[in-house]
């Protein structure tokens, strides 16, 4: 009854390489996110989707490619993987709740166990 | 979206009651301030959120004071299961947007 699955917890390969991630939610919210954490621990947005709609692109290399192929699925794809890229991948989701039309700040948001991403 | 300032570490024994104070000096009229803790080899988990005055739930309570320009979170009797980094955050209403700074880890000891 996991909340917010990622697959895999663990990716080692080579630079180069195209790699993908994939997120899960079984929360029924409509909004999913990407964060990067690095090696220093710093935690950043990278993209956030609604209703399979991109909402938050953060400024991340195009080599970065989200895809929404529906509410409960956020995969990101990696092309040209670099030294770079090696980090912690977070997804996320919650329930956009608006008011007057606006997102409203208490969103919550429920976190993945992450993938460790190793670029060799 | 204001800038948060909390201390980098703490330490803490069992047993003690921990105060986390966090700063947001430029922190809007709509804005929230939300705390959550990550463990090792974990997502961030939400803790607690907060607009003014004083929240408390079963994990923790979280003091704003009149002008909003800090809080503090409060935890009770920690054990050394808390041990872990706690962020700080001001969430703005027109945007989805967490931004986590360094956060604070605290280090629970025996």
């Known amino acids: 009854d996991t909340a917010v699955s990622q697959t895999p917890k663990y990716l080692v390969t080579q630079m180069g390489n195209d790699k993908s991630i994939k997120c899960e939610q079984n929360?029924?919210?409509?909004?999913m996110y990407w964060y990067k954490q690095d090696s220093k621990k710093f935690l950043k947005i990278m993209f956030s989707?609604?209703?399979?709609?991109?909402?938050i692109n953060e400024t991340v290399p195009n080599r970065f490619s989200p895809k929404s192929p529906d509410k409960a699925h956020l995969n990101l794809h990696i092309n040209s993987l670099e030294l770079g890229d090696s980090a912690v991948y977070f997804c996320?989701?919650?329930?956009?709740?608006?008011?007057?039309?606006?997102?409203?700040?208490?969103?919550?948001?429920?976190f993945g166990p992450g993938t460790r991403l190793t670029v060799l | 979206l204001a800038k948060t300032t909390q201390p980098i570490s703490m330490d803490s024994y069992e047993g003690q009651e921990v105060n986390i104070t966090c700063s947001h000096n430029?922190?809007?009229?709509?804005?929230?301030i939300t705390w959550y803790q990550q463990f090792p080899s974990q997502g961030p988990r939400f803790i607690i959120q907060?607009?003014?005055t004083k929240v408390t739930n079963e994990v923790a309570s979280l003091f704003i004071p009149a002008d909003r320009k800090s809080s503090t979170l409060s935890l009770p009797r920690v054990s050394l299961s808390d041990t872990a980094v706690y962020y700080c955050l001001v969430v703005g209403g027109n945007t989805d947007k967490l931004i986590f700074g360094t956060g604070t880890r605290l280090q629970v000891f025996p």
């Open positions: 996320a989701s919650s329930q956009r709740i608006l008011s007057r039309g606006r997102p409203s700040s208490y969103n919550e948001q429920f």
């Open positions: 907060g607009y003014k």
């Open positions: 929360l029924g919210h409509d909004t």
């Open positions: 989707y609604n209703n399979k709609e991109l909402i």
């Open positions: 430029n922190i809007a009229t709509n804005d929230y």
